[in-house]
C-alpha cells in the first residue's frame, strides 16, 4: 500500500496561514474519520497534533486545526510562528486493519 | 509523565536478528495498545506493528510480516519488537508509540525518541 501523498514542503511567513494536504484513497482517508497529525522536529520524538481528523489533544494551540474532504485530510497553522518550523505526517487507519502515514511535509518558517 | 524509552538498536548484518525493547512510564501500560513506527534514512514514517492493551492481538505492516514479532510484558511495562531476517532496507530511526485505548493504533499519543538500527555487512 502506497503512503499518504503530502506536498515535500510548504512555507510561510510568521503570522500567516498554511495549509497541508493528505491525499489517500476510499480505502483509508476516504473510508474512515481516522486521521491524525504528527509533528516532528527531526532528532525529538514525534508530537501528536490533531487525532480523528478535528480533534486536538490537551494542550496542543488552537492555531492548528484539521478538516477532511472526500479522500483528502488537511492541516492548517494559522499564525505561523517560528517554532512551527519542522516535519509533518498525516496519518489514517485503513480497510487492512493497518495504519498508514503520509510521505511527510517540510515547513518552513520564512 | 509519560515516558517511553527505547534499547536495543545497533549494527547488524543482513539476515541477521535484533530485538528492540521499549520502557515505558507514567501511565498503566496494561491498559494501552502500544506500535512501532520506523523512519529510513531520509524518508517518512512509516507503521511497523501493533499489539492491543493485553497482548492478545497483533498486527503487521506488509513490510515485515512473517519476519518481525511484537509482544509486551505487562508485568514489566515493557514492550519488545522481534527483528529476523534483517534486510538493508529496514535501517532506521524506531519509535516506541502508545496507544490511544486498549485497542488504539489508529492515533499514537506519545511517542519515543527512538533507536537506530544498521542493517549492512
Known amino acids: 500500500q502506497s503512503a499518504l501523498t503530502q506536498p515535500a514542503s510548504v512555507s510561510g511567513s510568521p503570522g500567516q496561514s498554511i495549509t497541508i494536504s493528505c491525499t489517500g484513497t476510499?480505502?483509508?482517508?476516504?473510508?474512515?474519520?481516522?486521521v491524525s497529525w504528527y509533528q516532528h522536529h527531526p532528532g525529538k520524538a514525534p508530537k501528536l497534533m490533531i487525532y480523528?481528523?478535528?480533534n486536538r489533544p490537551s494542550g496542543v494551540s488552537d492555531r492548528f486545526s484539521g478538516s477532511k474532504s472526500g479522500n483528502t485530510a488537511s492541516l492548517t497553522i494559522s499564525g505561523l510562528q517560528a517554532e512551527d518550523e519542522a516535519d509533518y505526517y498525516c496519518?489514517?487507519?485503513?480497510?487492512?486493519?493497518?495504519?498508514?502515514f503520509g510521505g511527510g511535509t517540510k515547513l518552513t518558517v520564512l | 509523565e509519560v515516558q517511553l524509552l527505547e534499547s536495543g538498536g545497533g549494527v547488524v548484518q543482513p539476515g541477521g536478528s535484533l530485538r528492540l525493547s521499549c520502557a515505558a512510564s507514567?501511565?498503566?501500560?496494561?491498559?494501552?495498545?502500544m506500535s512501532w513506527v520506523r523512519q529510513a534514512p531520509g524518508k517518512g514514517l512509516e507503521w511497523v506493528s501493533a499489539?492491543?492493551?493485553?497482548?492478545?492481538?497483533?498486527y503487521y505492516a506488509d513490510s515485515v510480516k512473517g519476519r518481525f514479532t511484537i509482544s509486551r510484558d505487562n508485568s514489566e511495562n515493557t514492550q519488545y519488537l522481534q527483528m529476523n531476517s534483517l534486510r538493508a532496507e529496514d535501517t532506521a530511526v524506531y519509535y516506541c508509540?502508545?496507544?490511544?485505548?486498549?485497542?488504539?493504533?489508529?492515533?499514537?499519543?506519545?511517542w519515543g525518541q527512538g533507536t537506530l538500527v544498521t542493517v549492512s555487512s
Open positions: 476510499s480505502s483509508d482517508v476516504g473510508r474512515y474519520g481516522y
Open positions: 499489539i492491543t492493551a493485553g497482548g492478545g492481538t497483533t
Open positions: 480523528d481528523v478535528t
Open positions: 507514567g501511565f498503566i501500560f496494561s491498559s494501552y495498545a
Open positions: 508509540a502508545k496507544g490511544v485505548g486498549a485497542t488504539g493504533k489508529k492515533t499514537l499519543d506519545y
Open positions: 496519518s489514517s487507519y485503513t480497510t487492512s486493519t493497518t495504519v498508514i
